[in-house]
C-alpha cells in the first residue's frame, strides 16, 4: 500500500484524510499540535514543525508522497525530498512561487496572465516612493495567511502602518465579482475543472458572507475564468489541486488574483455537491488514478462557521439543532475545542435546485447559528 | 466533547468514523486487530475483545456512549453500563433479541409481524421429527454472521450437515423481491425511515449481484413494507438505527426475515445518494442532534467489492482505474491488506436518474472490476 504523508494537521487535512479512508492508502501527519483536527484520523501522527528542514526531511522520508494543507513549509526540505525520489504534491518549485506573493505576482507577469497593475516594495521606507498611489492593497511578501499579511493602505496618513517587509502594492481593482476555480491537473496533461464558485460578501462588513456554486456568471467571464485559471496552472508546471482565485472587473476583465496551490475553502462544497470533490480528487492524483469528475450534482452554497466577536474559550454551537433540522444543510465541525473571533470552526454546505432558495438560506443560517464560548 | 465507543472496527466501523469527523466528538474503537479498516481513524484504539464482559465493560466506562457495528458483542457487559449510566446504542434488550435468530423469530412472532412460519430446534436430532418440512431454511441461533450460520436443508439426505444446535427451521417463502427498509429512531417517538433498497440476486448463482434505491415496487408493497419495519421497530423499544430484511411474495404479501440492529449494508448508498447518511444518521442520534433527512437526492444502485474465487493474499483491484473514470461512480475500498474468496474488500455506489441505465451499468462493473491477489 502508498504511504502518504500531509504537512499540517487542520481542517484541510481533517477533510483529506476522511476522503482517504475510501482508498488503500497508509496516511501519514506532521503537526507540532497533537490535537489538530486531523491528528486522529491518521495512520501515524508525527508532532512536529512543518516549516523545519530536519523534521520535513525525515518525516517525508518515510512515505512515498507529501501533500501539503498550509504554504508555511519548508521548501528546501521537499526539494530535496523530491530529489531523492519522493513525489511531492504540488512541486516544491510550484510551491516557491505561490508561497511568496512577491514571486507570486512576477509569475503572473512573466507569464502574462492578467492580473492588478502592482510594484515590489522593500520596506516600509520604499512605500514612500508610491504614496501617489494610495489607496492600494499591500500584501506581504512571506507569512500571510487567511487575512493576515494583506491590508489596504488608504493614504499617506497610513504610511506608518504598511509592512516593513518585502511585499507587494496592488491598484486597487473596481471589483464588481470574485470568483473561484479549482483545477486538478495529473502532470500528465490532463486536467479536471471544476465549475466557478462566486464569493458573496457582506455589503456593508465587506467580509465572505457566503460562496455559490456554480457562479452568476457570463458563459464569456466563465471562458475568460477558466482560461486564465489553466494559464495558471500550466504556468506551475505541476501536477496537484489548485484554487484560482479571480476577479471580475465592472467592464467584465477578470484577474487573477491569488492561486493556493492545495485543496482550498472555496472547494468545500464540492464534498457534497460534486461527483468527485477536491480531496477525492487530490487522493487520485496521488495514488496514480484516473482524475474524477468535477461536475456538480446540484448548485450549492457554503457558509464558514467561524467563532463570533466576543467570544474565546471551549466552543459552544448556538442554533446547530436548527441547522441540523434543514432538510438540505450539511455541517462539518472540524472538532476544535475552543473558539476565539474569526477563527474557522466549521462550514455549512446546502444543495438545492434554486440558487433564490439557497441565497435566502444561507440569510437564516447566519441569523440563527453562531459559535459562542 | 462527548465520548462514543465502537464495538467493532471492520468497515462499518471506518465508515462511521468517517462520519464522525463532521461533528465534534471523541470516538473510541474496541477490536481485536490492530490493523482493522477502522483502526486508524478513531481518537483512542482499544485492542481487545469484543465478545469478553471485562474488557467490553471497562471500554464502556471511559465513554458516554457506545454502539456496535457487530451483533457478536457481549451484551451482559453492555447490560451493566446501561444500568450504570452509559448510553448504549441499541439497547442491549433489544440486541440480545436479535443476536439470536431464535429469540429473534419468537420477538416477531410474539408482535405479530409476519415472518416465515418456523420451528424451533434444541440440536440435530429434533430435526428428524420435521424431515417432511423440507426443503426449508435453517438458521442457527447463535453465532451466525454475514451468511455464515443459515442455508437450506433440500431433503432428509441433508440431516447430517444440519446445524447441532439450537436453531430455526423456516418455510421456504416464493421470493418474488427482496428488500431493506432501514428506520433510524431517537427513542423520543421520532422517526426517520429510509427509501426501501431491492436486493437484486443472480438469476443462477443465487447471490446477490447489486442493490438498487429506490425499490422498484408497488405503492401498496412500500406501505406494507414501512408498517413493518416500523412494528419491528417499535416492538424493540430501542433508539437507534435498524435495518430491517423483508421479503416480497409472488402474491405481493410482505414477510420480515431478519433485523441488523445497526448501520447495514444494505444502506451504503446512503453516503452519496441520501442527505443524511446512515453513518451521519446515527452520530446524530447518539450525539443528541435532530434526526437528519433520510431522502435520497438521487437514485443509485450499489455493488459490494468481494474477494474473487482463487484468490488469496494481497489484494490488488483488476479493472479499477476503469471504474474510477466513470463519471458517477463513488468507489469505497476498506483498505484491507489481504484478499479472500468472498471477503467484502468495499462497495461501489453508482448514481443516475434512471434506473435501467443503473442496472446496465451494475453489469459492466461487474464484468470490469474484481479483487485478486
Redesign the interface.
Not at 479512508?21 to 492508502?25: G, R
Not at 450539511?330 to 465541525?333: E, G, T
Given at each position: 500500500?502508498q504511504k502518504v504523508g500531509i504537512l499540517g494537521g487542520g481542517q484541510l487535512g481533517?477533510?483529506l484524510?476522511?476522503a482517504a479512508?475510501?482508498?488503500?492508502?497508509i496516511?501519514y501527519v506532521l503537526e507540532n499540535d497533537p490535537h489538530c483536527p486531523a491528528a486522529?484520523?491518521?495512520?501515524h501522527f508525527v508532532q512536529g514543525d512543518i516549516r523545519d528542514y530536519d523534521t520535513v526531511y525525515h518525516f517525508g522520508k518515510q512515505v512515498d508522497t507529501v501533500t501539503i494543507e498550509i504554504e508555511s513549509v519548508n521548501v528546501d526540505a521537499l526539494e530535496r525530498l523530491e530529489a531523492e525520489g519522493v513525489k511531492v504534491y504540488p512541486k516544491p518549485s510550484a510551491l516557491r512561487i505561490i508561497k511568496n506573493k512577491v514571486q507570486q505576482k512576477l509569475f503572473y507577469k512573466d507569464k502574462e496572465i492578467p492580473t492588478a497593475p502592482f510594484v515590489i516594495l522593500e520596506n516600509r521606507e520604499a512605500l514612500r516612493a508610491h504614496l501617489g498611489e494610495l489607496p492600494a492593497v499591500q500584501k506581504i511578501g512571506e507569512g500571510g495567511y487567511d487575512g493576515r499579511g494583506v491590508h489596504i493602505l488608504h493614504g499617506p496618513e497610513d504610511l506608518e502602518q504598511g509592512f516593513d517587509a518585502p511585499s507587494v502594492l496592488e491598484k486597487l481593482i473596481p471589483i464588481k465579482k470574485e470568483l473561484s476555480v479549482i483545477v486538478a491537473t495529473n502532470g500528465h496533461g490532463e486536467n479536471a475543472i471544476y465549475p466557478a464558485t462566486e464569493m458573496v460578501f457582506h455589503p456593508e462588513l465587506n467580509l465572505l458572507d457566503y460562496q455559490l456554486c456554480p457562479a452568476d456568471i457570463p458563459r464569456e467571464t466563465l471562458w475568460k475564468a477558466e482560461a486564465m485559471a489553466m494559464m495558471v496552472v500550466k504556468g506551475l508546471a505541476s501536477p496537484g489541486i489548485f484554487a484560482v482565485e479571480l476577479f471580475v472587473d465592472a467592464r467584465g476583465d477578470v484577474w487573477v488574483n491569488e492561486t493556493a496551490p492545495r485543496v482550498h475553502n472555496s472547494g468545500h462544497h464540492t464534498i457534497e455537491a460534486a461527483?468527485s470533490s477536491q480531496f477525492d480528487m487530490l487522493w487520485?492524483l496521488m495514488l496514480g488514478?484516473?482524475l474524477?469528475?468535477p461536475?456538480i450534482?446540484?448548485p450549492s452554497a457554503l457558509l464558514n462557521v467561524v467563532g463570533a466577536e466576543g467570544f474565546e474559550g471551549d466552543?459552544r454551537?448556538e442554533g446547530?439543532?436548527d441547522i441540523?433540522?434543514m432538510?438540505?444543510t450539511?455541517?462539518?465541525?472540524y472538532?476544535k475545542?475552543t473558539t476565539k473571533p474569526g477563527r474557522k470552526m466549521g462550514h455549512i454546505t446546502l444543495?438545492g435546485k434554486d440558487r433564490q432558495e439557497l441565497v435566502y438560506q444561507a440569510g437564516v443560517i447566519k441569523k440563527l447559528f453562531r459559535v459562542i464560548a
Open positions: 500500500m481533517r477533510m484524510l476522511q479512508a475510501n482508498y488503500p492508502v496516511t486522529h484520523l491518521c495512520h461527483y487520485r488514478y484516473p474524477g469528475n461536475e450534482r446540484q466552543a454551537y446547530l439543532d441540523l433540522k432538510a438540505n450539511f455541517v462539518h465541525l472538532g475545542k444543495i
